[in-house]
């Protein structure tokens, strides 16, 4: 609690007002002080490392897409905002992928549990958060999409996964994971 | 409970007392310690043990601590002992079970992610509840994949080896086409003798497999469990009625499960006499058919450059138009309607109170004409009930069962379980009589190959020698005694040598069946298309009718007459009263009460009594103008009849044609207007299986596009017809059925039926059985060959055509099987061709070599149109029930020669 | 809700020629109906309030609430217990870290875990800065509303620092999720402790800034003194907690007696208000901003190196780094993910102090990976309560300083 003075100083305060000119004081430092704000779009604040951004898919680094298409990301997803479609690649027997994968990212609320969950850490989040457009469609980002994004911000993916303690740097590389079974030959007569 | 103790089902076991946690508990002597224990409600651990087979101990999770026994034992294959005391719980046996996940664990693959069967695997729920932490000593196997069956890939990498597999296949299924194998230092399951696998693929070994060792190929890496919807619902192939859950995602049907699943795997051995809870290959695996492209999404109608998409409200208002254009102009008798008996009750009982009520005619039908009504018609006519007599568990547990004319392993394989449960666990004589040498014909104790087309006479034959040998029971037969001597009367007409040349049967074999068959205390007959689709189905029934009644098998429990339905719900259709002999509830269309009845229910007056044509009638009255207008729902008789029945002349006749069907069948191309439809997956309702359960069919998904329900198509009708049905959820015409016939809905729980056989016997049974026993000789034809249209265990109908995967494990070969011996004497080898000729015209064609077709005989799928061989078979008609006979032809083969 | 169909019936449907319009209450003709918000910026959210005044003086005031509410706790009967933590920073979003903390807290309770030490004191330390970004935000509004601009810029630079760091901690300014059931997400790095501890010599001499501000200020002063006073008794009856309860002079603070995290461990003092008006309540919060930073200091000292998660593999997740490698962890992983962890049948109570007062969970289990019922007892709601008792009497220009001193958040109050 404020400490109590004597009438006479009160009054005389009260007359001269002075807890005005006090803060006016305040006010008047800080003329001199470097301004906290800064002047968007032209100048940008740095973002961390951490900064829960827009998601990307990604790739290994021999280009080889790292989403299996297990579809833990969809399970983790709090707002369901996720949605992976996964099928056996025709390319590569017996090799599962992400068909297709969405994200609306309308809905999603950025928490980083698709990431957490992710169990090949084909998912990484990124610094990207300008991606306002007239056109709500658009937001829907496909797979296509967020492969782009991985794509573009491959750097800023590859920090997150470090930051959050989800991959160790130098171990992005494909022999560290499981192995996928491999279809017996069929015999000719079979 | 899973040790079997008894093999009679007469035989009670014993009652003792043993020691579980402290607690004093019974059980039944022999059984298994793990059932004692299950059945408290404790749950142990067990990855190996399924109720419905012997315990396997394997998986060595179902560890307890026995009072005077250091180490911990295996309960499931320990038997119960009076007097054991039991410790089920405690931190001992909790590390040992740990124990025993890590040694599963240890050689598992990591690949959760990839596999189908995470967050459905019993493994990862073991290892996650043990809470095992950082194994030491993990390695990989590295075992290739094997993707050489059609069906189901096998990943031995995550086999635990626990052999329910191998297990259900074996016991439950009877078929043993699975077994264990050592290869590269690891127990594998493969397909016996390490062959690409082939069987029934019921897909039993999948559902019980508790890890993701075995996949199914239609729905391989398309799914993970959270992502899909499960509906309980009921089968819509065959009469059997099995509850599936169908799994769907979005609009895609991704998968069918079965109730049987690891899951599931405690119960009381006892209760699978009521079933097992699995699928067979055409439910758990046909499941295309529902998301198919070719599914019709809007109406289409007729132009003069052919069918186009047209809206709704044009479609409705020119099919109503045209109706009320035919009423008016040539009356109400003009327009027919026939429905297949796929449709819930629902739509079925709207749809014959449309064409009663709402058009005026008694001119429909449904596909149980096809055969079922035979058997529905003559149990109605001399006992006075109208479906199956036999529960499944009566059926288990008979002493004696004869299966006539039934391939049941293939036109109904789950109820077949039934009968390989009687002969395995409770080892029943079986007499299979049939024109092939089924499945079933080899488990059985007395198979019996007739000639094809004889089995009706075989019967008969049986009836002779019970009543001169005097197997009769007494007291059946004194309450009747004139029936009985008509009875005597019309055997004398018929001699054994006739029967045993014509059969092929020698006599001693038929005394011996009918001795069997008289003397067991429980006595079952089931039959199936070999007899209800066969020239004289009728008599051939009541034939059944005689022989129930002079053994007394008609009044004693445990006995019956049963026949198995080929579509879904044929029973419903003919309790909902789709004939135009039966209004709903079984009663005679001419009753007066029963008309005075439905048509205050209807509000409107029933067409007059002594109309109605069937199925035949109404296509042959289409062919002589007498029918303008024919409404088709889901029924397709161009490409069901054969092209000797001129369906096409008589569909081209009419001046209204509507279809009404989810695809665009052949008889639809030629419709005037054809409305989309929905399958059973998108609909709500109930389904009558060949027992009498009354069971749901519920929504998985919504009609695709434009797509609507059956009954909501006729209301929409009856609507711009300006009478409207007052239904406006499946809900109201539910409430209606359950107020005018109460108990209908049972739940899956019918009441028993009972036999009434005193009326029939007493009134018209002695000039009729006159009439059934006369000596045939069958016509000596001029054609070597019998040609059969057989059922495939992978296909029903025509439906399951439109299955992609039911395609893939059974496509249309476009071949006709023959035995060896017939490929040698016309001097051709597999896939030579040959020209089959009828009196109807010829078709050439591949053969195919097949052990399961007798010499003198071929067959070919019924299911397929191309190459056209059903349109070369001659149809005959039942004179009474009016059943179309086509499964059976003579015919000439020619050789001809490669070029 | 029968109390405001009775108020809503007497506002719209007395019609004079109506035959009943006698069983009706009888319509003060002086008086005046006013419909405040729910578009109103200072009533801080979407809230809505129907008073009845005479002249300016509120006779009779009643909130009318759920413009803001997203069913939160029917979400929560719909997903895990972990997947539930996202939707709590949306409760209160201006204190996402703490409603977090009290949630995890919550699920601790009921699943018995233990959490590490140093994820104890991580977790006081951000629940602490947490509180002065909450103070430092209801101080620069409070002012804001009453017509004090200067003081909100100050503030709100100061809390911009603290949500930064946020920002670097875990990634997100206002919606954290940086609490785990079971320990914390992400350890503090080198620079973030390097940063924090920047802070703690860096705001005490703001605080004293602020002070000078208002502390003298004869329009804060008239403002505030002597409005929405409330007897320590009648606050106990309406259940209000945290700076409103203490400043009428009752001395409840949940860290301090029924101690958790690392409260228990670090030295403080709970400031206790005399008059229960606003200003005693402006006064507490300025004082707790002050004790934040002692504790923080505290943590901050006593800190050691070790585990940030409880090692419970049936309930917290496993180290990335171990999924890739380990069967049981991935097997862990996606159990916990798909499925989550089978909570033991029972009801649990856990209240936490949030800057607002008394933040509780009540979780209702039934067994299996979701809750069977999960209620929130959010501060603002609670405080709502008392809204009328504390208006009636004030003018209409006091009714916005008595939502301020509630620190009232809709989002929490509707959920």
């Known amino acids: ?88 690649d025709k390319t590569r027997p017996l090799q599962r992928y992400a068909k297709e994968f969405y994200i609306d990212i309308t809905k999603c609320v950025f928490c980083g549990y698709c990431v957490e969950a992710c169990p090949v850490n084909a998912l990484a989040m990124t610094k990207l958060y300008e991606y306002s457009t007239p056109d709500k469609r658009t937001l829907l980002f496909d797979k296509a999409r967020l492969y782009e994004i991985g794509e573009r911000y491959l750097e800023d993916g590859k920090r997150y996964l470090y930051a959050h303690n989800q991959e160790k740097e130098g171990e992005e590389s494909r022999a560290y994971r499981y192995q996928f079974p491999v279809p017996v030959q069929k015999t000719p007569n079979a | 409970m899973a040790l079997k103790p008894v093999t009679t089902p007469d035989a009670e076991a014993a009652t003792i007392e043993l020691t579980l946690d402290g607690k004093t508990v019974t059980a039944k002597e022999g059984v298994s310690l793990y059932d ?86 019993e493994l990862q729920d073991t290892a996650f509840q043990h809470g095992v932490t950082n194994l030491a000593n993990a390695k990989q196997k590295n075992i290739p994949e094997d993707t050489r069956s059609l069906v189901l890939d096998f990943n031995m990498n995550r086999c635990i080896a626990c052999g329910e597999c191998i297990n259900i296949c074996k016991d439950v299924q009877r078929i043993d086409a699975l077994q264990f194998i050592k290869k590269g230092g690891f127990t594998q399951v493969v397909a016996k003798g390490d062959q690409p696998l082939v069987c029934e693929f019921c897909g039993d070994c999948l559902a019980v497999c508790p890890v993701g060792a075995i996949t199914n190929k239609f729905s391989k890496y398309a799914y993970k469990p959270w992502q899909l919807r499960k509906t309980t619902t009921t089968c819509n192939y065959c009469g059997d009625g099995c509850q599936m859950y169908l799994e769907t995602k979005d609009t895609d049907v991704i998968r069918v499960t079965s109730p049987l699943s690891w899951k599931n795997k405690w119960g009381d051995r006892a209760d699978t006499v009521n079933g097992h809870g699995g699928l067979c290959v055409r439910g758990r695996f046909g499941f295309q058919f529902i998301d198919s492209p070719a599914r019709l999404t809007q109406p289409l109608v007729r132009t003069d450059t052919g069918l186009i998409e047209a809206p709704w409200i044009d479609a409705m208002d020119l099919a109503a138009g045209r109706l009320a254009y035919v009423k008016a102009q040539y009356g109400a008798q003009a327009i027919a309607g026939l429905i297949t008996a796929r449709c819930t009750n629902e739509d079925l009982y709207v749809f014959q109170r449309f064409m009663r009520a709402v058009i005026g005619t008694n001119h429909l039908d449904s596909s149980a004409r096809y055969g079922h009504m035979n058997f529905v018609r003559a149990m109605h006519r001399a006992l006075g009930i109208g479906r199956m007599m036999n529960t499944s568990a009566e059926i288990t547990k008979a002493n004696a069962i004869l299966l006539v004319g039934s391939n049941i392993t293939e036109t109904n394989p789950v109820a077949s379980l039934r009968v ?32 094809p087309g004889t089995e009706g006479l075989f019967v008969q034959g049986m009836v002779k020698s019970i009543v001169e040998q005097d197997l009769i029971d007494e007291e059946a037969v004194h309450a009747h005694p004139q029936a009985f001597a008509a009875l005597q009367k019309a055997v004398e007409k018929i001699s054994f040598t006739d029967i045993s040349t014509q059969t092929g049967i020698p006599v001693d074999q038929i005394h011996e069946v009918a001795r069997i068959f008289a003397e067991a205390p429980r006595s079952v007959i089931l039959c199936g298309e070999g007899l209800t689709r066969q020239p004289g189905g009728y008599h051939h029934m009541l034939t059944l009718f005689d022989l129930a009644w002079v053994t007394g098998k008609l009044r004693q429990p445990g006995c019956g007459i049963n026949a198995y339905i080929e579509e879904a719900n044929e029973q419903g259709a003919v309790d909902m009263g789709v004939a135009p002999e039966f209004l709903p509830g079984l009663l005679r269309f001419d009753d007066p009460a029963a008309r005075e009845k439905w048509s205050r229910v209807w509000g409107a007056d029933l067409p007059p009594s002594g109309q109605g044509a069937h199925l035949m009638d109404i296509l042959e009255r289409c062919r002589s103008g007498e029918i303008k207008a024919l409404y088709l729902v889901g029924e397709n008789p161009l490409a069901t009849l054969p092209a000797s029945a001129n369906v096409e002349a008589a569909l081209r006749n009419l001046e209204v044609l509507i ?25 709500d309702g109930t389904m009558t299986n060949q027992e009498g359960k009354v069971q749901f069919v519920r929504p998985a998904l919504d009609p695709p596009g434009e797509s609507a329900l059956d009954w909501h198509i006729m209301a929409g009708l009856a609507d711009a017809l300006g009478s409207p049905m007052p239904y406006e959820t499946t809900q109201d015409i539910q409430n209606e059925i359950r107020r005018e016939l109460p108990t209908y809905y049972n739940l899956g729980r019918p009441k028993k039926v009972e036999a ?12 009729e059985v006159d009439q059934r026993y006369t000596p045939v000789t069958l016509p000596s034809e001029n054609r070597p060959f019998r040609l059969r249209l057989i059922q495939l265990l992978y296909h029903s109908g025509k439906l399951s055509t439109r299955a992609s995967g039911l395609m ?9 099987h023959l035995h060896r011996e017939d490929l040698e004497r016309l001097g051709i080898h597999q896939g030579g061709r040959v020209r089959l000729i009828t009196d109807q015209g010829s078709v050439d064609l591949e053969v195919e070599e097949d052990l399961s077709v007798m010499p003198g005989s071929c067959t070919f799928p019924e299911h397929f149109t191309e190459p056209p061989l059903k349109d070369l078979v001659s149809v005959q008609l039942d004179p009474i029930t009016g059943v179309p006979y086509f499964k059976l032809t003579g015919v000439t083969l020619e050789p001809i020669a490669s070029t | ?241 945290g700076p409103t309860l203490r400043g009428s ?21 709970v400031p206790v208000g005399k008059n229960g008006d606003t200003y005693d309540r402006y006064w507490i919060r300025i004082e707790e901003m002050r004790e934040s930073i002692k504790i923080i200091r505290q943590c901050m000292d006593q800190m050691e190196p070790g585990p940030i998660m409880a090692d419970v593999p049936s309930v917290t997740l496993p180290p990335k780094e171990r999924v890739f490698t380990n069967l049981e962890s991935m097997i862990q992983q996606f159990k916990l993910f798909s499925q989550g962890f089978d909570a033991p049948v029972g009801e649990i109570y856990c209240g936490t102090e949030a800057h607002k007062g008394e933040l509780g969970f009540y979780i209702v289990s039934t067994g299996g990976g979701r809750p069977y019922r999960l209620k929130i007892r959010a501060p603002s709601f609670i405080h709502m309560g008392a809204f009328d008792h504390m208006a009636r009497g004030y003018m209409i220009a006091d009714a916005i300083t008595i939502f301020g001193t509630y620190d009232i958040v809709m989002g929490e109050c509707d959920r």
């Open chain 2, 420 to 451: 390989k449960a009687a002969i395995g666990t409770y080892k029943a004589q079986v007499i299979v009589v049939d024109e092939a040498p089924t499945n079933i014909a080899k488990l059985a104790s007395h198979p019996l190959l007739v000639k």
């Open chain 2, 756 to 767: 009434r056989p005193d009326a029939y016997l007493a009134s018209q049974y002695c000039e």
């Open chain 2, 808 to 816: 893939a494990i059974s496509p249309n070969t476009k071949r006709l």
């Open chain 1, 1 to 88: 609690m404020p400490t109590t003075s004597s009438p006479a100083k009160k009054l005389f305060d009260t007359v001269l007002f002075r807890e005005i000119w006090e803060a006016m004081k305040v006010t008047f430092r800080h003329m001199f002080h470097r301004p906290m704000t800064f002047e968007y779009p032209r100048e940008k604040r740095t973002i961390p490392d951490t900064h829960r951004g827009a998601l990307a898919l990604l790739r290994y680094d021999d280009g080889q897409e790292r989403c299996v298409g297990c579809d833990l990301c969809e399970a983790a997803c709090p707002s369901h905002c996720i949605k992976v479609i996964s099928e056996e």
């Open chain 3, 249 to 269: 002079g009752v001395d409840y603070d949940l860290r301090k007696y029924e101690s958790y995290g690392a409260y228990p461990r670090c030295e403080f003092s």
């Open chain 3, 1 to 241: 809700m029968a109390h405001l169909e009775d108020q809503r019936s007497t506002v719209y449907h007395v019609d004079p020629s109506h035959p009943e319009t006698d069983t009706l209450p009888t319509l003060r003709t002086e008086e005046l109906l006013l419909n405040m918000g729910p578009q109103h910026p200072s009533t801080h959210g979407v809230l809505k309030v129907i008073l009845e005044l005479e002249g300016e003086r509120i006779v009779k005031s009643t909130p009318v609430m759920g413009f803001l509410h997203r069913g939160v706790e029917k979400l929560a009967e719909h997903g895990t217990y972990h997947q539930f933590i996202p939707h709590t920073d949306r409760l209160d979003y201006v204190c996402a870290m703490y409603n977090n903390f009290a949630y995890c807290r919550a699920v601790e309770k009921l699943m018995g875990i233990t959490v590490p030490d140093r994820a104890e004191y991580l977790r006081t330390i951000v629940a602490e800065v947490q509180r002065i970004i909450g103070h430092l935000f209801w101080l620069g509004t409070q002012a804001l509303d009453i017509g004090a601009m200067t003081v909100f810029f100050y503030t709100f630079r100061d809390r911009e620092i603290l949500l930064d760091w946020f920002d670097e901690l875990c990634g997100a300014r206002l919606t954290t999720s940086w609490y785990r059931i079971g320990g914390v997400e992400r350890d503090f790095t080198p620079e973030l402790e390097q940063k924090i501890r920047k802070f703690l010599d860096y705001f005490p001499p703001k605080i004293d800034e602020y002070v000078v501000f208002l502390e003298r200020n004869r329009i804060w002063l008239a403002r505030t003194k002597g409005v929405a006073v409330i007897s320590a008794e009648d606050a106990l009856s309406f259940g209000l907690s």
């Open chain 2, 36 to 121: 004692v224990i299950a059945s408290t409600g404790k749950i142990v651990p067990a990855m190996c043990y399924h109720y419905t087979f012997d315990p396997f101990g394997s998986c060595g999770m179902c560890l307890v601590m026995q009072e005077g026994k250091k180490a911990p034992v295996r309960s499931c294959t320990a038997k119960a002992t009076a007097g054991m005391v039991i410790r089920t719980e405690g931190e001992d046996l909790f590390l040992a079970r740990k124990k025993a996940v890590e040694k599963h664990l240890s050689v598992h693959p990591l690949d959760c992610p990839v596999c189908d069967a995470d967050g459905h695997c």
């Open chain 2, 659 to 683: 279809c009404q069907d989810p695809f665009l069948t052949d008889t639809g191309r030629m419709a005037h207007v054809v409305f989309p439809a929905a399958t059973f997956a998108e609909k």
